[in-house]
C-alpha cells in the first residue's frame, strides 16, 4: 500500500512591507512523502513572498508539468511560474516561456543551484532570480512544522521575520540572477 501525503494547515499572517501587501490566509499544503519539511516551507515561503491575486500552489512534488507555484490572471493565462529547490534547466525554460515571468526559491546551496544550471539554455534567463534564504534559518524553522501551524511572516526591506507556532526566526532573502 502506497503511503498517501500528509496534510499541514497554516493560518497566515503576511505583512509584505516592501511591497504593501498585508494578507490573512489559510493554507493547506499536501506533503508527499518524498518530500523534506524544508522543501515544503520554501514552498509556504514562495507563496508569500510572491502572494498576489490568482497565486495557488500546484499539485507539488508530484506535478511534473507545472511548478510548485503559479499564479494566473483572470483569464487563465499563466503570468508567474515560480520553482522551488533546485529544479532542471528544461523546466526553467518551458516555464520562463509559458510565463510573464520566472522564480526559483531554494533551501539549498544558491551557488550549487546556479552551477548546475550555468551554460544550458533557459529562456530569458537573466530575468530570473533566484532567491536563498539562511540553511540554519531553514533547518530550524523546518524544525518546529506541526500538522497545524500559526504563522506570522513579515517582509521589510529583503529581510524576513518568521514566527511559526510561537518561535521565532529572521533571515534576508538574497537574490542572484540565472544569466
Known sequence: MAISATLHNFAVQLAD????????LE????RHPSETAEFMLTRLLAYC???QEGIA??????ATDE???????LTGRLTAWIEVGAPDAERLHRGSKLA????V??????????AQLAGKRIHRAETIGLYSFDRDFIDSAAAVIERRNTVTV??????????????????????????
Do not use: C, M
Request: glycine share 8%; hydrophobic share 40%; charged share 30%.
Open 57 to 62: 500552489f500546484s499539485e507539488g512534488i508530484s
Open 17 to 24: 512591507i516592501d511591497r504593501d501587501v498585508y494578507q490573512t
Open 27 to 30: 493554507l493547506r499544503l499536501a
Open 67 to 73: 511548478p510548485a507555484v503559479l499564479v494566473r490572471d
Open 49 to 51: 513572498l510572491e502572494y
Open 105 to 114: 526559491y531554494t533551501h539549498r546551496d544558491p551557488v550549487k543551484v546556479l
Open 154 to 179: 513579515s517582509i521589510t526591506e529583503r529581510l524576513l521575520y518568521l514566527d511559526l507556532n510561537g518561535t521565532g526566526f529572521s533571515t534576508a532573502v538574497e537574490e542572484r540572477r540565472l544569466g
Open 100 to 103: 510573464g515571468r520566472a522564480a
